[in-house]
């Protein structure tokens, strides 16, 4: 362009350099607003979902789903509406939280009402893009498109009750390390309890910081004497007191945690016919006519059982092994340990029911 600026005898030049470089800008621009609007409808919530923490794996599936299905069916002119969301993977007053406006956006919105065609043009080639993308980094965890029923990453093939109890990320945890490690490069290498303590001060200001008017009173009356967090530390107090009435040791305490979650599996194998006393019956469960997750999930149940109640084998067997790697084990592997287990179980009952009927008519009759 330099180049076209000089000598009167150039106007031709300038003018097609001119129209090339505009022409080349119109693009970029197209472009650019192209990544504006998947940012505002796709990206934005998605990221919000993805770091909620009030967000558990089931909701969490059935979202994913919803936004593959989003990626492939919908039509690339209701993307140019950036004041209501597009896709239906996110409620609309998830959409409205992270949605800002700005006169930036009124720009975007005025280019992409005049340069609509071309927009939506270039719209419609990103979107089936991004959901061939999507389907390839998560369909076999979320189950979505095609997918493979039987994988080991398919969430709804993990243990639920202990899944919909984890978090959805770890970013929290990250942070707090990565919080660690700066306290600890401007402190003593070693005073990683001074660099916790210090960070948990620091964030002793989020309670009264950037909250309503009323959230302070709020915090008030959860710590009054008669407030909900005092109520749980007497709670805490008392049931430790308690313990030591009783005489019970730390190990005593544990091990009647031991029974009552003992005590839970065996209500819950009792609906289901019993905890297994042979390896016959291993084999008859695994041939029944119910799905290969629910099979699993019962298992896990009856390994635990299995372990709790152990008296021949300790409890870090590995005949009593849950997880590999903290995924569940194969269907197969469950079977084996158990039948293994039930094998070597030497202590049988020789009572029959003839002599346990013999034995109550002599209680009658005394």
């Known amino acids: 362009m330099i180049y076209l600026d000089t000598g009167p005898d150039n106007a031709e030049l300038r003018q097609a350099g001119t ?11 197209e472009e650019m607003m192209c990544g504006v609007l998947l940012g505002i409808h796709p990206v934005q919530p998605f990221l919000n979902l993805t770091t909620s923490g009030n967000v558990d794996y089931g909701q969490l599936t059935v979202a994913m789903q919803h936004l593959y299905q989003d990626l492939t069916t919908t039509q ?10 597009a896709f239906s993977f996110t409620s609309s007053v998830r959409f409205q939280s992270v949605f800002r406006e700005d006169p930036i956006l009124k ?19 990103l979107l089936p893009k991004l959901a061939e993308g999507f389907h390839r980094q998560r369909a076999d965890f979320f ?6 029923p039987q994988s080991q990453m398919l969430v709804t093939n993990k243990y639920q009750p202990q899944l919909l109890q984890a978090p959805i990320n770890n970013l929290d945890a990250e942070r707090h390390v990565g919080s660690v490690n700066y306290k600890l490069c401007i402190r003593v290498a070693k005073r990683i309890t001074t660099a ?3 960070i948990v001060k620091s964030k002793s200001a989020d309670l ?27 709670d805490w107090e008392a049931s430790q007191e308690q313990l030591k009435t009783e005489g019970l040791t730390d190990k005593e305490a544990a091990n009647r945690q031991v029974h009552r979650r003992r005590n839970s599996d065996l209500d819950n194998l009792k609906s289901d016919g019993g905890h297994f006393t042979n390896p016959e019956q291993v084999d008859d469960f695994v041939a029944s006519n119910i799905t290969e997750k629910s099979k699993i999930d019962r298992l896990y149940i009856k390994v635990i059982y299995a372990r709790d109640t152990s008296l021949s084998l300790p409890k870090s067997s590995p005949l009593f092994r849950l997880k590999e790697k903290y995924k569940n084990l194969p269907l197969s592997a469950y079977c084996t340990n158990l039948k293994t287990y039930l094998s070597r179980v030497s202590c049988k009952a020789a009572v029959t029911i003839e002599d346990f009927d013999h034995f109550l008519a002599q209680i009658i009759g005394n």
């Open 143 to 148: 189950g979505f498109g095609e997918f493979k």
């Open 208 to 234: 009264v910081e950037l909250k309503p008017p009323n959230a302070q009173d709020s915090f008030r009356h959860l710590v009054r004497k008669d407030g909900q967090l005092i109520k749980i530390l007497k």
């Open 196 to 198: 916790s303590s210090a």
């Open 107 to 125: 720009a975007v919105e005025d280019y992409c009402q005049i340069h609509q065609a071309r927009v939506i043009h270039l719209l419609s080639i």
């Open 19 to 29: 129209a090339i470089l505009a022409l080349a800008l119109s693009e970029i621009f």
């Open 76 to 85: 690339a002119p209701s993307l140019l509406n950036i004041r209501s969301p």
